[in-house]
C-alpha cells in the first residue's frame, strides 16, 4: 500500500518530500563548505550528488528507517533545507534527528519551527518515545538549537564516526515523549 508522503506545515513552512526538481535549489546549500562542516560528508559537487542525497531520503520512507522532510518556505516551492529522522529503531521506539539549513536563512528561526514540527510528528505520527540528535561538539549553532527546543545533553561519544578522513567525537541529545508532554503542561 503507497501511503502519499506525509506533509506538515507551520506558521511560515511546508515541510514536503524532496523531488529531483529541487535538486538545484539543494545543490546550493549541500554545496556550501559551512552548511557541510560537521555532518561528515564533503560538500556536494554536482546535482548527481542531490539526487543520491534525495533518493537516500526515498529509500529512508520505503526502507521504514526514517523520514527526511524538505524545508520550503511557505508559497516560495524554494527547498532550503531538510530534516527529519533516520536509524529509526521502531523495535525500541526511538530515531536520530537531521537537519541541514541554507546560511540565508541561518538565525531567523527556521530550523527551530522546522525541528519543533518534526519532533511533533515523530512522537505523534511514528509512535516514538526517544529523539537522538548526534551533534559534533565545535557545531555550537547546533548544540543551541536542540537544548533551546528541549533537548537534554546525555554525554560525549568518543570517536563515534569517521568521516571526511577523520574521527569525530560527538554529543549525544535526546527528547522524550514525556519531555514534550511537560512542556506542553507547563507552557
Wanted: proline share 4%; charged share 30%; with cysteine.
Amino acid at each position: 500500500m503507497n501511503t502519499p508522503f506525509p506533509e506538515i506545515m507551520t506558521e511560515r513552512l511546508h515541510l514536503r518530500a524532496a523531488t529531483p526538481a529541487d535538486a538545484e535549489d539543494m545543490l546550493r546549500y549541500l554545496s556550501d563548505p559551512e552548511v557541510m562542516k560537521h555532518t561528515g560528508m564533503e560538500p556536494f559537487q554536482n546535482t548527481e550528488d542531490v539526487l543520491d542525497e534525495i533518493n537516500w531520503y526515498h529509500s529512508l520512507v520505503e526502507e521504514d528507517s526514517g523520514i527526511r522532510w524538505g524545508i520550503t518556505l511557505k508559497g516560495t516551492g524554494k527547498m532550503i533545507g531538510s530534516c527529519g529522522f533516520h536509524n529509526r529503531e521502531k523495535k525500541h521506539f526511538r530515531a536520530e534527528v537531521g537537519y541541514e539549513l541554507s546560511p540565508e536563512h541561518w538565525g531567523k528561526g527556521i530550523a527551530s519551527e522546522a525541528l519543533r514540527a518534526v519532533v511533533r510528528y515523530g512522537f505523534s505520527h511514528l509512535r516514538l518515545e526517544r529523539i537522538e540528535a548526534l551533534i559534533e561538539p565545535e557545531n555550537e549553532p547546533s548544540l543551541r538549537l536542540v537544548e533551546k527546543n528541549g533537548f537534554l545533553r546525555e554525554g560525549l561519544l568518543r570517536h563515534y564516526e569517521y568521516g571526511r578522513g577523520k574521527f569525530d567525537d560527538l554529543y549525544m541529545y535526546s527528547i522524550l515523549k514525556e519531555d514534550i508532554a511537560l512542556a506542553d503542561r507547563v507552557g
